[in-house]
């Protein structure tokens, strides 16, 4: 069964600094989705990351991809308040539709 | 640009009654969803549907949980008998056909409907 790994699991960062999220999974996928949620808001599609090596950038955030390591980074540049939400990673199962969530990460900004 | 609705935002119900989670989904998808997140937990799949039937739903997705499309836009998800357990967000979602030019679109989410029960 797909198990989708995220870490850390809540991200306390400064204004202007950098830093990764890492999102792990344990079966073959060649896609993987990026969400996010603000404080009882629904989810907001960030990226969608259609292959080995895909790198998509938006903003202050930047995705990657490696279905080799099966492994996604998510990436924040010169963090602003804003961005202060959970991240989700999620990976389709099996070729199917069902999309299996990691735990998320809680990151926040602090001025 | 198009959303996913869900009525009503927060349901409040006693155990044991039966409960309606309704979503309109875009109108040009095919594909949808319903997921749910115990607060402060992960997003759980619970159920998909294409062309009229269930395609896929989970361990969770028990015989108390049914699923509808009454209307060429509605979508519903019933739970039968609530438990305290299932106090939660639900979540529907969309998709355009995935066979098609919308193969590498994501699952749009709504707002979500906040279930509690008493």
């Known amino acids: 069964e797909l198990k989708v790994e995220q870490n850390p699991l809540f991200l306390s960062m400064q204004e202007g600094k950098n830093y990764t999220i890492y999102c792990n999974y344990s079966?073959?996928?060649?896609?993987l989705y990026w969400y996010r949620q603000d404080p009882g808001k629904s989810l907001e599609s960030l990226f969608v990351l259609l292959s080995n090596g895909a790198v998509k950038q938006e903003g202050r955030l930047m995705a990657s991809l490696d279905t080799k390591a099966r492994l996604s980074t998510l990436h924040i540049t010169a963090a602003v308040h804003d961005l202060s939400a959970t991240y989700f990673c999620a990976v389709p199962q099996g070729g199917s539709e069902k999309l299996v969530f990691g735990k998320g990460t809680k990151l926040t900004v602090n001025p | 640009e198009p959303e996913v609705t869900q009525t009503p935002s927060h349901q409040v119900t006693q155990m044991g009654q039966e409960v309606i989670l309704r979503c309109v989904p875009i109108?040009?998808?095919?594909?949808f969803y319903w997921y749910r997140q115990i607060l402060g937990q992960k997003v759980e799949f619970l159920v998909s549907?294409?062309?009229?039937?269930?395609?896929?739903k989970s361990e969770i997705f028990d015989d108390q949980f049914s699923v509808e499309r009454p209307d060429g836009s509605n979508f519903t998800l019933k739970i039968r008998s609530t438990k305290l357990e299932d106090s939660a967000m639900y979540f529907c979602?969309?998709?355009?056909?995935?066979?098609?030019?919308?193969?590498?679109?994501?699952?749009?989410f709504g707002d979500g409907t906040r279930l509690s029960i008493l």
């Open positions: 079966t073959t996928s060649d896609r």
């Open positions: 549907f294409y062309n009229n039937e269930i395609s896929e």
């Open positions: 109108s040009n998808h095919l594909y």
């Open positions: 979602a969309s998709r355009p056909n995935p066979l098609g030019p919308g193969s590498n679109q994501p699952q749009h």
